[in-house]
């Protein structure tokens, strides 16, 4: 992973999505409870953010 991808903060370190996250992503973004409060706040499909997740 290249470094320059990385946010580091005191509380928080971002990295690029891989498709390691997949599952993850699919658990939150399947989730009513959670999509709710996302802009649009529609649940997406398994399939639909595979497609997002190189």
């Known amino acids: ?3 320059d991808h990385v ?3 005191k509380r ?3 990295t690029p999505v891989t498709a ?3 599952d993850i992503y699919s ?3 399947t989730s009513e409870s959670v999509t709710r409060f996302l802009p649009g706040g529609i ?3 398994s399939e639909y953010i595979a497609q ?3």
């Open 27 to 29: 658990k939150l973004l």
């Open 12 to 14: 928080l370190i971002l």
């Open 7 to 9: 946010i580091v903060t």
């Open 1 to 3: 992973m290249e470094r």
């Open 43 to 45: 649940h997406c499909c």
């Open 20 to 22: 390691n996250d997949i």
């Open 52 to 54: 997002y997740v190189p």
